[in-house]
């Protein structure tokens, strides 16, 4: 699922200031010495063929720019010798200079005279016409080189090798194009994989800014780099597109579709391999792509429940659980998953779960869709994951809170500065006044925006309000809390939940919940504390229970982040239950005994208020 808008997902702390020195003239003299020992071992290694291919690439390259350089000389002279021509001809005509042997003519006669010594154009005559005949003339002779600068381009990459993917970077695009007419300028260039030019657009103004092609062989890859700053047209003009290999990472996620992130760690990491006849629980099902990749490892025998609020959701669970009786989907929140998987028959007794996934957040056909989960896609003020007559919308959300509420959703959800989260629940009180608050995310954010004024990072002013709406909206932290909790009740021992978090705030909810319920590591000092305390009978022991030790965290692959850019600030947290010792509980006897002073009460986290309050009074027109 994707994020939208905090910084680093691991919450990108600071080391601290860095002091700076003078290096002494001996350190430096020692870092020259390095230097040059480096540049002569990388000399060293290097053999005569590759100091002469070296040579002879300088060569080529000095050639090229020289016969360039005369080219724009000649053209130049030519230019300029037919500007003179023509300037010493209508001297001529208007009766002055050296060449004025004859009577001034009239202004009506000196037009006509100019007109006949102009350059001769298409029907219709005048300067746009020769303007265009000269274009087409220009454009004519650039086709005709075109074969033969593909035809060198292609000997000089004959010795060059390519590793996969095959993939070219495109810059410079035309604004407008489409990846039609991106196929069409690349025809017969090689097999183009699936699913063919993927374009990346401006979040604003969705102009295209750039894009890729993944070729099936390198023959594809070595034919369309022979096309590098060839010309690409379209209705609005054309451009010289630039085309070099891809490196790094670099595939858009194409708009409206969804892939899973991490999907094969999950699966490794929730357990499916090893107990491939367990039952296992996807807690956001969103369009099934973590379902389906789980069903695939999932043994004949196993079983496995998914939980979903979206309506559309549901619809494709119910279809694929029509085609997979190991399949369960279930119209419900994943914070009621105990509550609903225990009501079942011969589940009452609870941990019976072998492993729990959680991606958080939403899905990318939600965020590409049309429930104004956006400000850049127009639709209605809505953001509702459950779209029931019941559940409260984000445009009734503003009406109903004040602006102390909005302001504090504004700051805590959506990352936004507390100056600034208040201008912006300012100007919307101000306009529910008199019921003028925009109804259309598209008019939404651009009356954020004004409010809120410039922003320095490189995205759309509003969005880190749409952010907060739309977690107040669906109750995304107390749904993440409720969910943590609900998988202690139903894993078995040893079972593990796997969150997929996006955002830092969602990776601190994670991180508390599991600090509050986090097993004693027999390494802890309190726990060394705390055993032999126990040993000498200082201290009563406390009773083992459920609790979780916290496994290593894991990010996407630079390979997946290239193939699914979206996927970029995904961390995989991995919780697994035991019994046994409770930090907290460990904590709570040591205290006392040891006379300590208890640590300050932390300051309860904001939670907004329930939909079924009263209007406030800003609500309520102006009389």
Known sequence: MELEGEGPADGGHSAGPVVSRQLTEEEKAAARTRKAAKRAAKAAALSQEDIAEAEARRERIAKRDEAKKARVAAAKAEKTAAKKKRSAAEAAIDGKGAGA?????????????????????????????????????????????????????????????????????????????????????????????????????????????????????????????????????????????????????????????????????????????????????????????????????????????????????????????????????????????????????????????????????????????????????DGPLDMRFDVRPEVESALQYIYRVDRHELAQAIHHYGGEHPLAARRIADAIALAKRDHSVPERTGRFGEFVRKAKGLEYQAMHPAKMTFQALRIVVNREYDELRGGLSSGLKLLRSGGKTAIITWKHSECAIVVDFARKHEIAGASVPLRVWYDEAVRSKSVDPVASRA?????????????????????????????????????????????????????????????????????????????
């Open 101 to 377: 042997t004859t009577p001034r003519l009239s202004k009506k006669d000196r037009k006509a005279a100019k007109k006949a010594a102009s350059p001769a154009g298409p029907p219709g005559g005048g300067q746009k016409a020769v303007k265009a005949a000269r274009f087409a003339e220009q454009n004519k002779r650039h086709q005709s080189n075109i074969v033969e600068v593909r035809a060198k381009r292609l000997m000089e990459m004959a010795g060059l090798v390519f590793e996969e993917p095959y993939e070219v970077f495109l810059k410079y695009l035309p604004h407008d194009v489409t990846a039609e007419q991106v196929t069409e300028h690349f025809e017969g260039c090689g097999e183009m994989a699936f699913p063919g030019p993927r374009l990346g657009r401006d979040a604003v103004s969705g102009k295209v800014l750039r894009g890729f092609i993944t070729f099936t062989d390198v023959e594809g890859l070595r034919n369309a780099l022979a096309r590098d700053l060839e010309r690409m047209t379209t209705p609005l003009g054309s451009r010289s597109v630039s085309v070099t290999k891809a490196v790094g990472k670099g595939t858009l996620q194409l708009e409206g579709t969804h892939t899973p992130a991490m999907f094969a760690e999950v699966v490794r990491e929730m357990g499916v391999h090893a107990n491939p006849d367990g039952v296992f629980v996807d807690g956001t099902f969103g369009r099934g792509g973590h379902t389906r990749k789980i069903l695939e490892a999932l043994g004949p025998h196993g079983q496995l429940h998914a939980f979903d609020m979206d309506e559309e959701a549901v619809e494709v669970g119910k279809v694929l659980e029509k085609e997979d009786r190991r399949f369960h989907m279930h119209h419900a929140c994943f914070s009621q998953m105990a509550k609903v998987l225990m009501a079942r028959p011969g589940c009452k007794e609870g941990a019976f779960v072998d492993g729990i996934l959680l991606d958080i957040g939403i899905s990318s056909p939600q965020l590409d869709g049309t429930r104004g989960f956006r400000p850049e896609f």
């Open 547 to 623: 609790g979780i030790v916290v496994e290593q965290a894991l990010r996407p692959t630079v390979e997946e982040v290239r193939m699914n850019s979206r996927s970029r600030s995904a961390v995989l947290h991995v919780l697994r239950r035991e019994v046994d010792v409770v930090m907290s509980d460990i904590e709570a006897v040591a205290v006392p005994v040891l006379g300590w002073t208890p640590y300050p009460a932390e300051a309860p986290a904001f939670t907004p208020s329930s939909h079924t309050a009263s209007l406030d009074a800003e609500a309520s027109p102006t009389k």
